[in-house]
Nanobody, 126 residues
Framework: VQLQACGGGLVQAGDSLRLSCVASGRTLSDYTIGWFRRAPGKEREFVAAITWSGGSTNYADSVKGRFIISRDNAKNTAYLQMGSLKPEDTAFYYC????????????????????WGPGTQVTVSS
C-alpha cells in the first residue's frame, strides 16, 4: 500500500486543520492507520491511531481532546482533525499503516507499522 499525507499548512494558534492520508495500491480496510509527527530537533512521536473499522482509537496525551482520528474506507482515506492548535504542534506529520490482524489494536508503537508515507508540514504560529 502507498500512503500520501496532505492538508498541512501554516496556521495560527487556536486554529483547526484537517490532514488526510490517502491510500493506493491496496484497500485501506486491511490496515490500522496511525499518525506520527516529528518536530525539529525531536524524535518522532505517536499522535493517534485507528483500527480498520474505526472501532478503536488511541491518542497521545498531548493531543487528547483536541485531535480526532477517523477514516472512510470507501474513500481509502484516513483523517486527522486537529483543533485548538498550539505552536508545539508544529511538526512534520506522517501517516502509517499496519497490517490488520484479528485482535489488532490501535498501536502507538512505530515499529508495528509496516508502511509509511511522506509527511506533510504543519506550522502553528503564536
Amino acid at each position: 500500500v502507498q500512503l500520501q499525507a496532505c492538508g498541512g499548512g501554516l496556521v495560527q494558534a487556536g486554529d483547526s486543520l484537517r490532514l488526510s492520508c490517502v491510500a493506493s495500491g491496496r484497500t485501506l480496510s486491511d490496515y490500522t492507520i496511525g499518525w506520527f509527527r516529528r518536530a525539529p530537533g525531536k524524535e518522532r512521536e505517536f499522535v493517534a491511531a485507528i483500527t480498520w473499522s474505526g472501532g478503536s482509537t488511541n491518542y497521545a496525551d498531548s493531543v487528547k481532546g483536541r485531535f480526532i482520528i477517523s477514516r472512510d474506507n470507501a474513500k481509502n482515506t484516513a483523517y486527522l482533525q486537529m483543533g485548538s492548535l498550539k505552536p508545539e504542534d508544529t511538526a512534520f506529520y506522517y501517516c502509517a499503516a499496519a497490517v490488520q490482524y484479528l485482535g489488532s489494536v490501535a498501536s502507538s508503537k512505530a515499529f508495528t507499522y509496516n508502511y509509511w508515507g511522506p509527511g506533510t508540514q504543519v506550522t502553528v504560529s503564536s
